[in-house]
C-alpha cells in the first residue's frame, strides 16, 4: 500500500487503464475478503479514466448496484491513493445481454449478493427417505410449504455424513425455486465466525449485520463449532432474534443437540430448542439400499439389486461412506471391465458384513448377551428378577427392537411371555442409558462389536 501510495503520484501521469485497473485490483484484493473481491470486484473493470473521472463497467447491473452501494467510499480512496488526485467514479453496465435480462439479474443475485452457494446438486427430490431420516425429511417438507411459519427455527442434528448438509441445501433450493426473489443465505458456522471477526477488525459491523439480517432463509451448517464462541455467539444471538422476529426462516444443524453443544449460551440453547429439533440417524440396511440404487441412477449405471444389497450389508455405515464405497466399486469394476459378481464385490470390499444385525436371529443376541454376562438362557427368559438378570434382559430388549427391528409384542414372546409394556420400559430404559451411563454405553458398543463380527 504504502509502496504504491508514494509511486504512484508520478506514475498517475502515465498510468494506462489498464495498469490502474491491475494495480487497483491488487490493492482491494488485499482489503476485502476473497469471496467479497470475486464476488464483486473480480470481473469489474475500468472502462475509461479522464481528468479525474473514472468510469467502471461491470457485468451485471446488480454488482453495479452492490459497488455502489457497499463499496463506493473503498473504491474512490483506493483511487484517489493510487493517483494522488481527487476523482470521480462512475459505473456502467457492460452487459450484451437485453435489458429484460439485466432486469432480471438484479432480482437474481441471491446467491452472489452472500457469497454463499447452494449446490444445485442437492434436492429434496433426491434425497432418500428411510426410517432414520423421515422425521427430518417430513419437518423439511413442512418447512418449505410455509418457510418462517411452520417450524423456525428448524434445528436438524446428527452424526457425520448422516444428510444435514444435503437436507438442509434442499430446503434452500426448494424455497428458492418457487421464490427466487427470496435472499437465502447459506452459511458454515465457522465462515459466520470467520465473518465476524473479520467485521470487527475491519470496522464494518454495518455490513455483516445487513448481510446476515437482510435474509430471506439463513441456513447455518454445522453450528456445534460455536462452541466457546463467546462474540459470535452473541452476533448470532442477535442475528437470529431479528429473522425470527421477521418470520425470516432458519435452519440450523449440528453433530450433536443443543444441550450437548459445549460452551454454547443457555439462551442460544432455548432458541433452539424453541423451534423443531428432529434427528437423522445412521440409515438402516433398506436406506443404504435405496441410497446405492439412487446414487447409481445419478451416475447412470445400474447394478444388479443383489450388489446393492451386498454392498449395504458390508458397508454399515453413513451415506458419505457408503457412496465412497460405491464409487471406489465402480471404478474397479470400470477399469478391470469385470462383472460385479459377489466375489468382485467382497474383494473390494475387502471385510466381512458389519453391523448386520437387522438380519440377526434373536437366539443369537441371546447367546451373545448370555456369553457376555455368564448368566443361563433359561434365567435370562426366566421369571427370576435378579439384579444381575435385569440389566442383561433389558439390553436383550433394546437391541431386539432397535437393531432387528422386532415387534415389541414377538419381544415379549420370545422373552419368556413377557408383556410388550415391560418390553418397551426396558428398552426405553436402555435408550436412557447410552446417553448418560458411560458403562452401558461401552457394554452395548462391545456387544454389538461381538455381534457383528463372531456371529
Ligand atoms: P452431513 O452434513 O450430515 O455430514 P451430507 O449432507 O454432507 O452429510 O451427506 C453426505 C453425502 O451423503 C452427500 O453426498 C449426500 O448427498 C449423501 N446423502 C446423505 N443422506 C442422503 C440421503 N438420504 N439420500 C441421498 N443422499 C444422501
Ligand atoms: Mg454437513
Known sequence: MDILSTTCGEQSRTMDSQNLQRKFLETIKNQISHANYRAWFAQTKIESQVNGKIIFSTPSAFIKETLKARH?????????????????????????????????DIF?????QTNSYLNPKYTLENFVVGQSNNVA?????????????????????????????????????TILRKKPHLKVNYSSSEKFTNDYVEAIQNRKMGDLRKKYRSAGILLIDDIQ?????????????HTFNELQAKNSQIVITSDRPPVEIYKLADRLKSRFQGGLMVDIQLPDFDTRVAILRAKCQERGVV???????????????NARELE??????????????????????KSILGQKPQAFLSSLHYKQVFALICQYFAVKEKDLTGPRRQQELVLPRHLCMYILSEDLQMPVEKIG???????????????????????????????????????????
Open 108 to 112: 437474481q443475485p441471491t446467491l452472489v
Open 413 to 455: 414372546e420370545v422373552l419368556g411371555g413377557r408383556d410388550h409394556t415391560t418390553v418397551m420400559h426396558g428398552r426405553d430404559k436402555i435408550k436412557k442409558l447410552v446417553t448418560t451411563d458411560r458403562e452401558v454405553q461401552r457394554m452395548l458398543i462391545e456387544i454389538k462389536n461381538k455381534l457383528t463380527t463372531t456371529t
Open 324 to 345: 465412497g464405497k460405491l464409487i471406489q466399486i465402480l471404478q474397479v469394476i470400470k477399469a478391470k471391465n469385470i462383472p460385479p459378481t459377489e466375489d468382485t464385490l
Open 303 to 317: 447394478l444388479p439389486e443383489d450388489s446393492l444389497k451386498l454392498i449395504a450389508a458390508y458397508a454399515a455405515t
Open 225 to 237: 463449532f460455536f462452541s466457546g464462541r463467546d462474540g459470535t455467539q452473541e452476533e448470532f444471538f
Open 72 to 104: 463506493l467510499q473503498l473504491i474512490q480512496e483506493v483511487m484517489e491513493k493510487l493517483l494522488s488526485k481527487k476523482v470521480h467514479v462512475e459505473f456502467v453496465v457492460n452487459n450484451p445481454k437485453s435489458g429484460e435480462e439485466i432486469k432480471e
Open 137 to 173: 425429511y417430513a419437518a423439511a417438507q413442512a418447512v418449505v410449504i410455509n418457510p418462517g411459519l411452520s417450524y423456525n427455527p428448524l434445528f436438524i442434528y446428527g452424526g457425520t455424513g448422516v444428510g444435514k448438509t444435503h437436507l438442509m441445501l434442499g430446503i434452500g433450493n
